[in-house]
Structure formats: structure tokens, C-alpha cells
């Protein structure tokens, strides 16, 4: 079946260090690709999504590009704020009548001042 | 336009009770999605609904849980003789049509605690 990874956390950083969090995935069909975000006490809010091979999404000065030949979707920010702090899914669809979206688990992200 | 409407955001039930969690999904948004979030997991996708219809239950566990997403008024999942094993955080998203030309748009959830 279609399933996501995640690497392990919890992540600390101080502020303005580079983040990477690593995701791969694998899946039947040709899948889109998310990450999402989710502050504390909120909902899940997408951040950016890539829907075919090299294709980069980039938001908030977040970035992830989709690789097929390392089912990978790897999510980069060159300097984290305070702000960042957050727990970070990523996340896979395939196309179909039943498009759901299949999560990993979540990493969180805690950023020092 | 007001997001994708949870209530209660915390509900606490004893062990036999029957839970029922309301989303309202975004205006316009007929595809609505219920997933449950389990301490240190990630998100589980229940069931998938359009109005009226059940599209995809394939997550919902197969005894005491039901949802269903009427003509008028909000999607409800509802969970019957609740147990300890069902405390989580419930989140409910919408879509104005399939995943990958729109994305979700999530609630902020409702947390259910089982004494």
C-alpha cells in the first residue's frame, strides 16, 4: 500500500539555522506530494505541494522539490525563525475517484532564539 | 469565509458513552474528510464523504464508529460505547473537488478524552 517516512524527531534549532526534514514515500500510482504544517492547538494547514517528478514547491521560504528517482520530497528552509515552531507532515496522494491523502507520522520542529 | 468549522473542540465522555463530532465544511465544499490523530502518530484517514454519500470508509474501524453527511447541515462522526482507546484528536478537512486539483482545508479538530 501507500505509505509515507518521515525521519524520527523531535528537531531543536536555534533561530536562523538550516533546516532540512527528510521525506519518502512509496506508492501504486503516480502520486502528488504535500507537506503540512500544524501549530499548536490548530488544524493541519498545507505549506506547499509539488504534483509531478522535479517539480519544487516553495512557500513562506520553505521548499521541496519531488524526486521519483529517490521517492523522496525532502522539506528545506535556509534560516528558521521562532515562528517555524510547529509539527511538519508530510504527505502523498494518488489520483483516483477516492483521492485521500496518506500521511507520515510528523516531525516536530522546536526553534531556540 | 470562514474555514471548516469543528465543535466541541474538547469533549469528554465516559467509558460507554456515545461521542458525536460536528464539522462544517467550508462553503462551497461538498467532499469531506475525517481523520483521527493518535499521540506520537500521524494522521489516519476514516472515511471520505460527499453529500449524502459515503465514498470510502476503508479507515473506520468496522464495529461502533459512523458518519454520515446529510443533505443540509454538518458531516457527523459518531462513536458509540466509546473506550479508552479512543481518546485522539478527531480532524475533519474539505475539498471543493478532488485531492489533487484542490487541497484539503482542515478544522481545527476536536479532542476527545475517554475516562
Known amino acids: 500500500g501507500d505509505s509515507v517516512t518521515q525521519m524520527e524527531g523531535p528537531v531543536t534549532l536555534s533561530e536562523e539555522a538550516f533546516l532540512t526534514i527528510n521525506c519518502t514515500y512509496t506508492?501504486?500510482?503516480?502520486?502528488?506530494l504535500f507537506w503540512y504544517v500544524q501549530y499548536p492547538g490548530e488544524g493541519l494547514q498545507l505549506l506547499l505541494k509539488a504534483t509531478k517528478a522535479d517539480d519544487k514547491g516553495s512557500n513562506k521560504g520553505f521548499e521541496a522539490t519531488y524526486r521519483k528517482e529517490t521517492t523522496s520530497f525532502h522539506l528545506e528552509k535556509g534560516s528558521v525563525q521562532v515562528s517555524d515552531s510547529a509539527v511538519y507532515f508530510c504527505a502523498l496522494s494518488v489520483p483516483g475517484a477516492n483521492s485521500k491523502l496518506t500521511f507520515g507520522k510528523g516531525i516536530t520542529l522546536s526553534v531556540r532564539p | 469565509n470562514a474555514g471548516v468549522m469543528q465543535n466541541p473542540r474538547h469533549l469528554v465522555r465516559r467509558r460507554g458513552q456515545e461521542a458525536r463530532l460536528r464539522c462544517s465544511p467550508m462553503k462551497g465544499h461538498s467532499h469531506v474528510y475525517w481523520y483521527r490523530q493518535l499521540p506520537e502518530e500521524g494522521l489516519k484517514f476514516m472515511v471520505y464523504?460527499?453529500?449524502?454519500?459515503?465514498?470510502?470508509e476503508s479507515g473506520m474501524p468496522k464495529e461502533r464508529f459512523s458518519a454520515e453527511f446529510p443533505k443540509e447541515g454538518p458531516s457527523i462522526l459518531r462513536i458509540q460505547q466509546v473506550v479508552r482507546g479512543d481518546s485522539a484528536a478527531y480532524f475533519c478537512?474539505?475539498?471543493?473537488?478532488?485531492?489533487?486539483?484542490?487541497?484539503?482545508?482542515f478544522g481545527n479538530g476536536t479532542r476527545l478524552t475517554v475516562t
Open positions: 464523504l460527499q453529500k449524502e454519500n459515503i465514498i470510502d
Open positions: 478537512a474539505s475539498s471543493p473537488n478532488y485531492i489533487n486539483r484542490s487541497p484539503l482545508h
Open positions: 506508492a501504486t500510482g503516480y502520486p502528488s
